[in-house]
């Protein structure tokens, strides 16, 4: 069970670090832009490196999104410095690559613990003779630094970060026009209308729904569709947050 302090909904933990781009305190770092905060195993580890390549690569996405990106490791700033050049030339095989985010430099673990981010993984553990690392978590941050989605992986297992991208496209879409969305979905897809709304409220913000059955009910996401939801803002319930981007 995730901590009570890491759950959806609570405030990230505020803490101040020393990061590859210099010392930060991170609710001032974030400002009012979305946070991607993942964790990897540790600095010189084949998997992390592919997807620290990965995230560069991925930049113009999470920039095009509001969302300032930045990792952490239990390893020092000297071995973080070292390693990025290795992410650069592996990830320079693909395409261009800068890792233009701060990587923070936990070595007494201080920040792996309060954010939970430590763990028995076997896969880890037997990797070299390090008593604790950090595995493999997300967590997106809104622009309030409400906690909104965790992610925890082993060590073994690469993530996704098309995933990532899609997870953030979609509560950036169901703040902003209080709808959710189904399985698969992605920008530009059809969203499911909030089991809390009546058919006739829904009527009226979506003309163009189609009932599947008395509980499922989808929509296109049109222009009037947005200007209707922001005028409405004060009525609708939608996901329970404040639309924040
Ligand atoms: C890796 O990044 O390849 C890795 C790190 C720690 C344990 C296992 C794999």
């Given at each position: 069970m995730t901590s009570k302090h890491l759950r959806i909904g609570s405030i990230a933990p505020d803490f101040e670090a020393d990061t590859t781009e210099g010392p930060i305190k991170f609710h001032e770092w974030a400002g009012d832009s979305w946070v991607m905060f993942f964790s990897h195993p540790?600095?010189?580890?084949p998997v992390c490196t592919t997807e620290v390549a990965d995230i560069s690569h991925r930049a113009p996405d999470f920039k095009a999104r509001n969302v300032k990106v930045i990792g952490i490791s239990v390893d020092v700033l000297s071995d973080h410095y070292e390693w990025i050049g290795d992410i650069i030339d592996f990830g320079n095989l693909v395409r261009p690559t800068y890792v233009d985010f701060p990587i923070i430099a936990d070595p007494k673990r201080e920040i792996a613990k309060l954010y939970d981010m430590?763990?028995?993984?076997p896969a880890a553990l037997a990797c070299?003779?390090?008593?604790q690392y950090t595995l493999r978590t997300v967590f997106i941050l809104d622009p309030k630094h409400v906690i909104r989605a965790t992610l925890l992986y082993p060590a073994s297992v690469g993530r996704d970060f098309g995933e990532i991208i899609r997870l953030v496209d979609s509560l950036q879409t169901t703040d902003k026009y209080k709808v959710d969305t189904p399985a698969g979905w992605k920008k530009g897809d059809d969203v499911v209308i909030p089991h809390s709304l009546s058919d006739e409220e829904a009527r009226k913000r979506f003309p163009n729904y189609k009932a599947h059955n008395p509980y499922l009910r989808t929509t296109p996401l049109t222009e009037r569709v947005a200007s209707e939801t922001s005028k409405e803002d004060a009525t609708c319930s939608g996901n329970g947050y404040a639309a924040s981007n």
């Open positions: 540790g600095d010189f580890t430590i763990d028995d993984d070299e003779d390090r008593e």
